[in-house]
């Protein structure tokens, strides 16, 4: 008995150093993008490499979000994002509702088409849609970085898999109190699918601040950069400022850790729901 | 009294008034630029001259006569090669330590889960720091153990492995979570039955952790093929798809093609070859499915 106990506590230890080894690795590239923000290009490039800044420059921060023009690609990013998740569960939640409970020809065809879709790579219709903006005139403005993010085939799934595990008597006692369909909605199924509502926004979130590709192709006018697109004028590192660089990742980083810190549940449950049904 | 409808009638309507936002969405931005991209694969169109009908001579060049498509080709092949089984061993390891549930382990699955939610912008910008030859961490720690500094970068035979182990590192707390799930829905009789008949640890994890995971070794082994095919930011940001083209990827080539050159019958030809690849690949995958992977049932 005493053997297995000394077993026990060794299987503990060396669990214990490999998490903290992993964690590090996991971790350090956090702390140097925050170490060389806050760093004067003096203590920058040193060998070896200095950790604490001295001084602590914060200058960096304000520097990257007026002459870098950081502070103008957060307000777009802002803009965007904001406008993107609201429009993401708004449409998805009345598509949802109508593939889930509402009956009617082709319900089912439809939402295996919407599910078609979903495997097809967004590269395939990057260039017609690219075509598409121009056609409207939308590039180079908000509405090409909004308005298709949108419609996302991927919400509209997973809300309604959520929905038709609402219990149907909520729905039988809202008709036999008169409601009609809309009110059914709003009143009942919208409010009771706030889990799914979180963790759909959340993606989206965090889908939309980071989104990069599609900005790319879209905005060339610097005065709607979005954060991403700003980050990656310094692409390759041919920079001649590190420390700026790094505060503007820090800036781009921070919604993100903000919202990671506080829904952070909302994530695990939202990548498990996907994958153990298969 | 006529004039008022069916039941039927005004379920279709509630149900299309329902869905009409997001369809008309899906509509424009979705199901028609899915067909339309087929067309534009068949014509040659750089979005200044009228476009000209070329049949499927776009894909006939891109298949026989192109060798930058073929190189790419390669290229995403390799990366695909290094990120799937680096991410998958690397998140099981990561969700194994994680299920022994020690104290603490919500620290840790935090700091693990960080690089997921992560830009890859912002991170392909620390990292390229981080491999940077004179100054970066990775060189200065290596030349602790007197390894001579590495040009991680601008170094072809390195540079596809650099960006690989970022891909991995970002992307492993994603599927830790996935491993994780997986693990607490194995029962806890199996491994206590092979406790009683005197099975390790070791055993324990061979004979029944890791045959219960398969079902979700698959989800993660197909959704990891899907996104190693379309990896662009990574590489746009670090590399640039150099040095020598050596990682360049077939979206940095879609990209290029329809985006720098405008060569739009081209662009869509790739990217429908692009869907082709992943298409198949995933076909495979699930057809070979039943000779590895063990659905339990919980009766």
Not at chain 2, 210 to 219: A, I, R, S, V, Y
């Amino acid at each position: 008995m005493m053997r297995n106990n000394t077993f026990e506590m060794l299987k503990k230890i060396l669990i214990y150093i490999l998490l903290i080894i992993l964690a590090i690795i996991m971790g350090l590239p956090f702390l140097w993008m925050f170490s060389t923000a806050l760093k004067d290009p003096s203590q920058t490039f040193v060998i070896p490499p200095q950790w604490i800044p001295n001084p602590i420059k914060f200058q960096n921060f304000i520097d990257a979000w007026q002459e870098a023009n950081f502070g103008t690609y957060f307000v777009n990013s802002a803009i965007v994002t904001i406008a993107t998740v609201f429009g993401q569960l708004l449409t998805s939640a009345f598509a949802a509702f109508s593939f889930a409970r509402l009956k009617y020809k082709g319900r089912d065809v439809l939402f295996f088409g919407y599910l078609a879709t979903m495997m097809i790579p967004g590269q395939v219709t990057m260039i017609p849609n690219f075509i598409l903006m121009r056609y409207f005139n939308w590039i180079d403005s908000y509405k090409a970085l909004i308005i298709p993010a949108i419609f996302t085939a991927y919400g509209t799934f997973m809300l309604r898999q959520f929905m038709l595990t609402i219990p149907r008597e909520l729905d039988e006692a809202a008709i036999i109190d008169g409601a009609s369909k809309w009110q059914l909605f709003w009143r009942v199924i919208f409010p009771i699918s706030k889990p799914a509502l979180a963790t759909l926004s959340v993606f989206s979130f965090i889908g939309a601040w980071n989104s990069f590709l599609w900005p790319l192709i879209v905005i060339s006018d610097e005065t709607k950069f979005t954060l991403p697109i700003g980050l990656s004028i310094f692409k390759g590192n041919m920079v001649s400022n590190y420390n700026l660089m790094m505060a503007g990742t820090v800036i781009s980083v921070i919604p993100i850790l903000i919202m990671y810190c506080t829904m952070q549940k909302y994530f695990m449950k939202g990548i498990a729901v996907g994958a153990v049904k298969g | 009294m006529k004039k008022m409808l069916s039941k039927e009638m005004r379920n279709f309507l509630t149900g299309i008034l329902f869905i009409l936002p997001n369809f008309i969405g899906f509509l424009i931005f979705t199901l028609i630029p899915v067909i339309a991209s087929l067309v534009l694969s068949f014509l040659k169109w750089d979005l200044i001259n009228p476009p000209e009908f070329v049949g499927l001579n776009n894909f006939f060049y891109l298949i026989k006569e192109d060798q930058a498509f073929w190189a790419v080709l390669k290229n995403t092949g390799y990366y695909s090669l290094l990120v799937i089984p680096g991410t998958i061993i690397f998140s099981l390891i990561l969700a194994v330590l994680l299920n022994a549930k020690l104290k603490g382990s919500v620290v840790f699955r935090f700091i693990y889960f960080l690089p997921v939610v992560t830009s890859t912008v912002a991170v392909s910008l620390v990292w390229s720091w981080i491999y940077n030859p004179s100054f970066g961490l990775l060189n200065n720690f290596l030349s602790k153990f007197g390894v001579p500094p590495v040009a991680w970068l601008s170094d072809p035979r390195t540079a596809m492995v650099a960006i690989a182990i970022v891909s991995i590192w970002t992307g492993a707390g994603n599927n830790m979570v996935l491993f994780l799930s997986g693990m607490q829905g194995i029962p806890e009789q199996l491994y206590e039955a092979a406790g009683l008949d005197g099975a390790g640890p070791f055993r324990k994890f061979f004979s029944i952790t890791l045959p219960m995971l398969t079902p979700t070794t698959f989800f993660v082994l197909v959704m990891t093929t899907i996104n190693s095919f379309q990896v662009f930011d990574l590489v746009y940001m670090m590399t640039g798809g150099g040095p020598n083209n050596s990682t360049r990827t077939i979206v940095s080539y879609i990209y290029e093609t329809g985006f720098e050159f405008f060569n739009m019958g081209n662009a869509s030809a790739s990217a429908w070859i692009l869907f082709a690849f992943i298409f198949i690949l995933t076909l495979i995958q699930f057809k070979v499915q039943n000779k590895w992977v063990q659905y339990y049932d919980a009766s």
